[in-house]
């Protein structure tokens, strides 16, 4: 079992920037490959970033590439997703995901999720 926490959501203007966090507990996570996903209101969850154990190798959806950066400190078994020039329509939940399928750049979730932290941003 691997327990994940994020936090860092929050209230942005459009243009601004956010650093969320997902902290897991119970285990280690630094095996694990990692994975951002978000949902808004009556849309599907969708995939946003992932990142390989080591921190070496990176996945992005088109739509976040070039502003949103996944990173991970296994010393402190914690992911990170720098998000930078936010628009309103990103405004959604945003969850973390532990021990995916990660190959040829394509992250499966488990069913390991946080909470998951909101993100509202503002136009």
């Known amino acids: 079992q691997v327990q994940l926490v994020e936090s860092g959501g929050g209230l942005v203007q459009a243009g601004g920037s956010l650093r969320l966090s997902c902290v897991a507990s119970?285990?280690?996570?630094?095996?694990?490959?990692m994975g951002w996903f978000r949902q808004a209101p009556g849309k599907e969850r969708e995939f946003v970033a992932a990142?390989?154990?080591?921190?070496?190798?990176?996945t992005y959806a088109e739509s976040v590439s070039g502003r949103f950066t996944i990173s991970r400190d296994n010393a402190k078994n914690t992911v990170y997703l720098q998000m930078n020039s936010l628009k309103p329509e990103e405004a959604a939940v945003y969850y973390c995901?532990?021990?995916?399928?990660?190959?040829?750049?394509?992250?499966?979730?488990?069913?390991?999720w946080g909470q998951g932290t909101q993100v509202t941003v503002s136009s």
């Open positions: 995901n532990a021990g995916g399928a990660y190959y040829s750049g394509r992250y499966s979730p488990t069913n390991y």
């Open positions: 119970e285990r280690t996570i630094s095996t694990f490959a």
């Open positions: 990142i390989d154990w080591s921190g070496s190798r990176t």
